[in-house]
């Protein structure tokens, strides 16, 4: 996807998605855009990405990586 349409969609997903968007970066490399998202089961998950996401004009593949429960840290300094 084009640089532009990568901040579009960063805005997109924002705009859209408040309350599953905790956070959207425009990133170089293999991805174009990676968000952080949350949902409360695995089956609202899966209509989010399913349903909404991918249907977005913009959006031409999707990958989903779901953090490991109790391995998951942030660094504080």
Do not use: C, W
Not at 18 to 42: C, H, L, N
Not at 48 to 54: C, G, K, Y
């Amino acid at each position: 996807m084009p640089a532009k349409s990568s901040g579009d969609l960063v805005n997109r997903l924002l705009e859209d998605y408040p309350q599953f968007v905790k956070e959207v970066e425009a990133v170089y490399g293999e991805a174009d855009v990676i968000a952080r998202i949350e949902t409360t089961s695995i089956e609202e998950l899966h209509r989010l990405v399913m349903e909404q996401i991918q249907k977005l004009p913009i959006v031409t593949v999707t990958r989903t990586f779901i953090i490991i429960p109790n391995m998951h840290r942030v660094q504080t300094r």
